[in-house]
């Protein structure tokens, strides 16, 4: 087995505890999310990584950082590209049964767009090349990627290698590692996995 990737879900911000729709919104990180950030770093301490990509929302950009100071040495790379879906009008809305029943229309309407926001398919198409250059790397340096993104991304990476978005999630400060065995790549859950929601459609977007 060898792993080529690591996919870390950012730290716990007050719309994550309030189960609101993040999307477009741009929260810091809460005291628990800067908690979150400091085991994650504690947790990569000692492994050998190539570079660190993060999203360039405070909440991603904050947990990566915390998590470079424990290595000072690493290539650190911010970009829009890792955004979450964006959820346009939902964004900082409660994720009750009224709004998750809208989002799961544009969730089985892939190709329509949310109001104020984009599509999935159109989300995808961002988010996939992003994770297989994040692989291609890992592959020419000999050593794992290691990525801070969000709820929404980590669904992708599920789906991608999985084969269905449930398959492989965690929680705020989770870690998801992405790997080969038998000339096959696969994600699982190796730190705050979350499986109440394995084969449920909650939660499927930031």
Same mark, same amino acid.
């Given at each position: 087995?060898?792993?080529?990737?690591?996919?870390?879900?950012?730290?716990?911000?007050?719309?994550?505890?309030?189960?609101?729709?993040?999307?477009?919104?741009?929260?810091?990180?809460?005291?628990?999310?800067?908690?979150?950030?400091?085991?994650?770093?504690?947790?990569?301490?000692?492994?050998?990584? &190539?570079?660190?990509?993060? &999203?360039?929302?405070?909440?991603?950009?904050?947990?990566?950082?915390?998590?470079?100071?424990?290595?000072?040495?690493?290539?650190?790379?911010?970009?829009?590209?890792?955004?979450?879906?964006?959820?346009?009008?939902?964004?900082?809305?409660?994720?009750?049964?009224?709004?998750?029943?809208?989002?799961?229309?544009?969730?089985?309407?892939?190709?329509?767009?949310?109001?104020?926001? /984009?599509?999935?398919?159109?989300?995808?198409?961002?988010?996939?090349?992003?994770?297989? /250059?994040?692989?291609?790397?890992?592959?020419?340096?000999?050593?794992?990627?290691?990525?801070?993104?969000?709820? &929404?991304?980590?669904?992708?990476? &599920?789906?991608?290698?999985?084969?269905?978005?449930?398959?492989?999630?965690?929680?705020?400060?989770?870690?998801?590692?992405?790997?080969?065995?038998?000339?096959?790549?696969?994600?699982?859950?190796?730190?705050?996995?979350?499986?109440?929601?394995?084969?449920?459609?909650?939660?499927?977007?930031?």
């Amino acid at each position: 087995m060898t792993t080529l990737a690591y996919f870390v879900r950012h730290g716990t911000t007050t719309l994550n505890a309030k189960n609101c729709f993040r999307g477009t919104m741009n929260p810091d990180l809460n005291e628990e999310g800067r908690a979150d950030a400091k085991r994650l770093a504690e947790y990569f301490g000692a492994k050998d990584l &190539s570079a660190l990509f993060y &999203s360039n929302k405070n909440r991603s950009e904050e947990t990566a950082g915390i998590i470079a100071q424990r290595k000072p040495r690493i290539r650190c790379f911010g970009t829009e590209s890792l955004w979450p879906l964006n959820v346009g009008d939902f964004s900082g809305q409660p994720k009750d049964d009224k709004n998750q029943a809208k989002m799961d229309w544009y969730v089985d309407n892939p190709s329509v767009s949310i109001p104020g926001g /984009e599509s999935l398919n159109d989300f995808k198409s961002r988010i996939r090349p992003c994770i297989m /250059e994040a692989l291609e790397i890992a592959n020419k340096s000999g050593a794992p990627v290691l990525c801070v993104v969000h709820s &929404s991304v980590i669904h992708e990476v &599920s789906t991608m290698f999985e084969g269905h978005h449930s398959k492989a999630l965690v929680k705020p400060g989770g870690v998801v590692e992405v790997y080969t065995e038998n000339g096959q790549i696969h994600a699982r859950p190796i730190l705050k996995p979350d499986t109440t929601k394995i084969g449920s459609r909650q939660d499927t977007v930031s």
